[in-house]
């Protein structure tokens, strides 16, 4: 194969879990990116779902942790079409720390939501089903203190969350073990909830 068969994309949402993943990767590992914050954002008026989105933007001072994915270069629209609300932007080497066998000048992306002045939450809050899904890939990858640096570092947390583990509304909802639950549970005790 050719150093153009394969693309890497650094994950810091629901990508970081790997059993949301629906392409053949080809490897993964723990990573950071530097220079960039997550966030979340308010969808547009016109989304599908009334809830809240993650995101990252560019801030000098953070680091961001999730996984640096290797794929082949053929999933690439399929993984566009999953991050449909997401812009592609290219970044290097120098933009993350990693220990992954990445090969030569692989090219590199991360999915971002270019911020839309004057948009503001309303009534959208964080989905419940999202956010398991999101830290239980944490949990796997980084350890339990990654998933209270996710809530601790990720801005706009203050919006609180929808409630809808029961009947999860996020399509790529995971089950979570006892311990999971109860470790989420616990970082995320101090947020509002509203129930579905």
């Not at 810091?12 to 990767?25: F, P």
Request: glycine letters at 6%; one cysteine or more; aromatic letters at 8%.
């Amino acid at each position: 194969m050719s150093q153009s068969d394969f693309i890497a994309y650094f994950g810091y949402g629901s990508l970081v879990n790997r059993a949301t993943h629906r392409t053949d990767i080809v490897d993964a590992a723990p990573a950071h990116l530097v220079g960039w914050r997550r966030r979340w954002m308010p969808r547009a008026n016109n989304a599908v779902y009334d809830v809240a989105i993650l995101s990252v933007t560019k801030d000098r001072a953070s680091k961001t942790d999730g996984l640096l994915v290797i794929d082949h270069a053929h999933n690439l629209p399929a993984i566009d079409e999953r991050e449909g609300d997401y812009i592609r932007t290219t970044i290097t080497t120098n933009d993350i720390a990693h220990e992954a066998n990445l090969p030569p000048d692989c090219p590199i992306y991360v999915y971002e939501i270019p911020e839309e002045p004057g948009l503001s939450f309303g009534s959208q809050r964080i989905l419940r089903s999202y956010l398991d899904a999101v830290l239980q890939g944490f949990l796997a990858e980084h350890g339990e203190a990654a998933v209270r640096r996710f809530v601790e570092e990720t801005e706009a947390f203050e919006i609180g969350l929808l409630d809808d583990r029961d009947d999860p509304m996020y399509r790529r909802n995971v089950s979570l073990s006892g311990n999971e639950q109860a470790l989420i549970d616990d970082v995320l005790s101090h947020l509002p909830i509203v129930r579905q």
